[in-house]
């Protein structure tokens, strides 16, 4: 089959690799239909993470058929059509038993390499690298799903691929993040990053009732997308951002703050972005915030700063006082997707949400090498990329 793999830092080729084929009775195997480029692909593609191999096959975020089930699988028959959530998890370990599926303790057959980096493991993750498990990934023709009973959900009417594929993770990854800030009527949030992402934490929050909701990123094109979830967009290059939220908030900052950015804020900007590969450290020497900093700093006395944004390793000049002194309340993860499943495809039925408006292109998935391209350096508008095999 045809798939895109990882060649190496800014280098992605599709080739052609063996078919997958069912390893355990719980496996399934799924042709993918429609798989999505994602902002955390980015942070590979980039060679921000060390535990990559020339070949590994990319993707997380993808939906299809199934084609072929092992004997232990239930509630999965050939035929059926799947969104699969991107964190692999077992559904019956500790975690998963307390809805934490994206640290499943039972799913990463290198757990000893992630302990290494993160101290103890999170979940394994499709075409994540070999610190989280090594799974060949979605972006191709065929992709084989462990633990088929837990993840996949069933789409059993006429949705079309664009309106569910992103419940596999960008959807309930920004609902997950306005979640975390507790939201209460006249509630204003603050959201870092319009990507894909930040855009579903804005569409969130005022499903859950925020009052206003700011989205802060420098991209025009990218803001005017939030602003269609109905965000007051605020362009940083253009304005200064403390002042504005303040003005927005009686001078106090606003009631939570996700940061829907992560190590992105890294390479938006060079001057910041000082990466050392050895030690796996991110260091600052310019006085423009990185996005989580300017949460932090911003956030009101006793808020909520929300992390979605994805980090590895290491960030200096953490303002943990400003967390301290200021009562803030820190929460942070990969997405629970599949807590998050039916509650969400409920909602695109419904009519409340329909995620494809984030989707600017749409390519065959031969063309990965361009789409990767395109996505990471804003070319032509990219804000998220679908590619079909
Ligand atoms: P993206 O790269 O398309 O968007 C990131 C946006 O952040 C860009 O528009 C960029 O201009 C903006 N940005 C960069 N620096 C900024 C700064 N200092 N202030 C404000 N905005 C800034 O990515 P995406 O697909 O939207 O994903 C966003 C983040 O979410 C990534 O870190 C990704 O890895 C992460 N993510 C996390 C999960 C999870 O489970 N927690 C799931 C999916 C994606
Ligand atoms: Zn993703
Ligand atoms: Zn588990």
Redesign the pocket.
């Known amino acids: 089959m045809k798939a895109n793999c990882w060649m190496g830092r800014g280098d992605v080729e599709v080739r052609d690799v063996p078919d997958p084929r069912i390893l355990n009775g719980h496996d399934a195997v799924v042709r993918v239909t429609s798989t999505a480029i994602?902002?955390?692909d980015?942070?590979l593609y980039d060679g921000f993470v060390p535990t990559m191999k020339k070949g590994d096959i990319l993707g997380h975020e993808f939906m299809g058929e199934v084609v072929e089930v092992g004997p232990d699988v239930r509630n999965l028959h050939v035929g059926d059509r799947v969104v699969v959530p991107?964190p692999i998890a077992c559904g019956r370990c500790a975690a998963c038993e307390l809805g934490l599926y994206?640290v499943c303790e039972n799913t990463n057959p290198n757990a000893g390499l992630a302990e290494k980096f993160l101290g103890h493991s999170p979940a394994g993750i499709f075409g994540y690298s070999h610190m989280l498990g090594g799974y060949p990934g979605g972006q191709a023709e065929y992709a084989r799903v462990p633990f088929a009973d837990v993840g996949p959900i069933k789409i059993e009417d006429g949705l079309a691929d664009e309106q569910v594929l992103f419940l596999s993770?960008?959807l309930p990854?920004g609902w997950?993040g306005a979640e975390m800030c507790e939201i209460k009527p006249g509630d204003v949030i603050a959201v870092?990053?319009?990507?894909?992402?930040?855009?579903f934490a804005v569409a969130g929050a005022y499903l859950m009732g925020a009052d206003q909701v700011v989205c802060?990123?420098?991209?025009a094109y990218?803001l005017r997308i939030a602003e269609r979830a109905g965000a007051t967009a605020l362009d940083?290059e253009e304005v200064d951002v403390r002042e504005a939220l303040l003005d927005l908030t009686a001078g106090r900052g606003p009631d939570a703050c996700i940061d829907?950015?992560?190590?992105?804020?890294h390479y938006?900007?060079p001057a910041l972005y000082a990466y050392d590969r050895t030690k796996q450290a991110t260091r600052l020497e310019t006085d423009r915030?990185?996005?989580l900093r300017?949460a932090i700093m911003n956030c009101r006395n006793g808020g909520i700063v929300a992390v979605?944004?994805?980090y590895a390793g290491f960030l200096d000049k953490f303002p943990m006082g400003a967390v301290m002194n200021r009562s803030l309340t820190l929460k942070a993860?990969?997405?629970h997707v599949q807590r998050h499943l039916k509650p969400l495809l409920a909602k695109i039925r419904e009519g409340d949400i329909d995620p494809s408006f984030v989707i600017t292109h749409r390519l065959p998935l031969d063309e990965a090498p361009r789409g990767y391209q395109m996505?990471?350096d804003?070319q032509d508008e990219c804000?998220?990329v679908v590619l079909t095999p």
């Not at 870092?192 to 855009?199: K, L």
């Not at 802060?216 to 991209?219: A, E, K, Q």
């Open positions: 994602c902002g955390s980015l942070h991107f994206s993770d960008i990854t997950m870092w990053g319009a990507g894909p992402v930040g855009q802060i990123d420098r991209f990218r940083y829907a950015v992560g190590m992105e804020a938006a900007n915030p990185y996005a300017e979605i944004g994805v993860g990969q997405c996505f990471r804003k804000n998220k």
